[in-house]
C-alpha cells in the first residue's frame, strides 16, 4: 500500500478519502464527487490546502484554535509528557500531576466557586457527563423525581445521544428515538428571525419565561437544570437580548435549578473575558469547556463544578466517566496553552485590539445589499443573509441554500466562513490581528458580491 502523505497527488488523496473515511455532518457520496479539500499545514491563522491556495481559517477550526496554528511549545508539552507518562487513568484512585495542576488551574480561571473539575474528551461527552452529574445530585439530594433539563430550541450541545438530545436541532433527532426522556426545549432568544413585533428587549424576556412556563407546567419539584451557551454557536452566533440572561438567571434562583453553561465556544477567550458567562452576566453552577481549552491541539474537555453542587457528588461513588477522563498529555498540552493565553495577554489583545476592530469591520458589511443583522460580540460574529434588511424578510428558496452559496463563494476566495441557515458566521483564532482582520473582510466581502451578483443572475432575489 502507498504511503499517504500530503506528498500523494490531490487527487489520489480525494479518492482514498472517499473510499474509506467517513466524514461527520455530511452527504459523504457529495463529497466524494467535488473531492475534499486537504489540508496539509497552518499557521497562525492561515491553513496551506495540497494544492498550495493559502486560506484564512475564519472559524479557528470549529471554533477552538483559539492561539491559533502552528505553536510548537504544546507539540514539545505533548512530547515531554509522553515520553515521561503517556497514560495513566484517573478511576482508581490514582491521578497523575498535569491532572492535577490542570484542574487547580481551571478552578483559578473559573468565576466564582467554580472550584471542582471532571474531566472528558469533548464537548460531547462533557454535556452527557453534565446530565447525569444533575440527575445524580438531585438523586443524592433526596430529590429524584427533579430529572427535567430544561435546553432551547436551535441550541448545539454535541451530537452523542445524550448531548444530542440537550441540543434543540430537530433533525439530529429524526430517527434516532431523540430526545431522551425528560429533555424539555423552549424557544430560543433570536430575536431576527423570531421576534415579529416584539422590541429585542421584550422578545428576550419572553423567550427567558417560557422557562418559567416549563416549570409551572411540569412543576419545580421536577425540574433539575437549565443548559444555555452564554451565545449560541452552532445555531448561528445568535447573540441573546441584554434582557435574557438576568431573567433567566433570576428564575433558576426562585426555583432552585442548576444553570449549566456550554462554555465549549465561549469560554477560554471568545468573548473578551475568559468565559461568556462573564460576559453575559451569568453565575451557573456548572460551565462545560472544550475546543479552547486546549486550542483544539488535543481532545479535551471538562465540566467545572461549583462547591455546592461538588459536596454532593463527593460524597458517593459517581458511576460516570471515561478511559481517558484527565489524560495527562491532553492535560500538559491544554496548561500549556492556558500558560500561552496568559503570558501572552490574548485575551486583553482580543478586548482591546480584535474584537473592536473585528467589530467595526464586520458591521461596515451591513452596507451589502443582501446583508442584515451584524451581529458580534468579541471575536465571534454572525450576519444574516436576507433579501430585504428592512422586513427581515426570508428567500424563497429553502433555508440554507443562499448561505451554502456564500460559503462555496467564501472558500473559493480563500476564507472558511460557515453558514447556518442563511446566516453567515465567524469565530477566528484570537490571535488575529488587524491587518488579517482587512484581510477577511475584503474575501468575505468579495464572497457576498458573488452571492449577490449569482442571486441576480438565476433570479433568486
Ligand atoms: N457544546 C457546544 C456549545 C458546542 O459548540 C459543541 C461543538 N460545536 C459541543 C458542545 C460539542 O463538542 P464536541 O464536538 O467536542 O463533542
Not at 457520496?29 to 495540497?50: M, N, Q, W
Not at 452523542?160 to 426545549?185: F, T, W
Not at 429585542?200 to 412543576?219: K, M, N, S, Y
Amino acid at each position: 500500500m502507498n504511503k499517504i502523505t500530503n506528498h500523494l497527488p490531490t487527487a489520489e488523496l480525494q479518492a482514498l478519502d472517499a473510499a474509506h473515511h467517513m466524514h461527520p455532518f455530511s452527504c459523504n457520496d457529495e463529497i466524494a464527487k467535488k473531492g475534499a479539500r486537504v489540508i496539509t499545514r497552518a499557521d497562525g491563522v492561515f491553513l496551506t490546502d495540497s494544492d498550495g491556495n493559502e486560506i484564512l481559517d475564519a472559524m479557528a477550526g470549529l471554533w477552538c484554535v483559539n492561539i491559533g496554528y502552528g505553536r510548537d511549545e504544546l507539540a514539545e508539552a505533548a512530547a515531554r509528557q509522553m515520553r515521561e507518562l503517556p497514560y495513566y487513568n484517573t478511576f482508581f484512585q490514582t491521578t497523575t500531576a498535569p491532572t492535577i495542576a490542570l484542574a487547580q488551574k481551571l478552578a483559578e480561571l473559573a468565576p466564582g466557586d467554580l472550584n471542582h473539575v471532571f474531566f472528558g474528551n469533548s464537548g460531547s461527552d462533557a454535556n452527557d457527563t453534565n446530565i447525569r452529574l444533575v440527575r445524580t445530585y438531585w438523586a443524592w439530594k433526596g430529590q429524584p423525581e427533579r430529572t427535567i433539563i430544561v435546553a432551547r430550541k436551535n441550541a448545539y450541545h454535541g451530537s452523542s445521544v445524550g448531548s444530542g438530545s440537550l441540543g434543540g436541532m430537530a433533525y439530529m433527532h429524526d430517527v434516532n428515538s431523540m430526545p431522551i426522556p425528560d429533555i424539555v426545549h423552549i424557544d430560543q432568544p433570536h430575536w431576527w428571525a423570531e421576534g415579529g413585533d416584539s422590541t429585542p428587549e421584550e422578545f428576550g424576556l419572553q423567550t427567558a419565561r417560557a422557562l418559567e412556563a416549563v416549570i409551572e407546567e411540569h412543576g419545580a419539584e421536577r425540574i433539575a437544570a437549565f443548559i444555555g451557551e452564554p451565545i449560541q454557536g452552532a445555531g448561528g452566533v445568535i447573540i441573546p437580548p441584554e434582557t435574557y440572561w438576568p431573567e433567566i438567571q433570576r428564575i433558576c434562583r426562585k426555583y432552585d435549578i442548576l444553570l449549566i453553561a456550554d462554555e465549549v465556544i465561549c469560554g477560554f477567550g471568545r468573548t473578551g473575558n475568559w468565559f461568556g458567562s462573564q460576559t453575559l452576566g451569568i453565575e451557573p453552577d456548572v460551565m462545560t469547556v472544550a475546543k479552547g481549552l486546549s486550542s483544539g491541539y488535543q481532545p479535551i474537555s471538562a465540566s467545572i463544578v461549583s462547591d455546592k453542587v461538588a459536596k454532593v457528588m463527593d460524597g458517593s461513588d459517581f458511576f460516570h466517566g471515561y478511559t481517558y477522563s484527565g489524560h495527562p498529555v491532553a492535560c500538559a498540552v491544554a496548561l500549556e496553552n492556558l500558560r500561552i493565553l496568559e503570558d501572552e495577554n490574548i485575551i486583553d489583545h482580543v478586548r482591546n485590539v480584535a474584537a473592536p476592530a473585528m467589530k467595526a469591520a464586520w458591521e461596515s458589511l451591513s452596507d451589502h445589499p443582501i446583508v442584515g443583522d451584524t451581529r458580534i460580540e468579541g471575536l465571534m460574529g454572525s450576519l444574516a443573509l436576507t433579501p430585504d434588511k428592512t422586513t427581515r424578510a426570508k428567500f424563497a428558496t429553502p433555508e440554507g441554500t443562499v448561505g451554502l452559496i456564500c460559503r462555496e463563494n467564501s472558500f473559493a476566495n480563500n476564507l472558511v466562513m460557515r453558514h447556518v441557515g442563511d446566516r453567515m458566521v465567524i469565530s477566528p483564532p484570537l490571535v488575529i490581528t488587524p491587518d488579517e482582520i482587512k484581510i477577511l473582510i475584503t474575501r468575505a466581502r468579495k464572497a457576498l458580491d458573488d452571492t449577490y451578483a449569482h442571486l441576480k443572475a438565476n433570479d433568486m432575489l
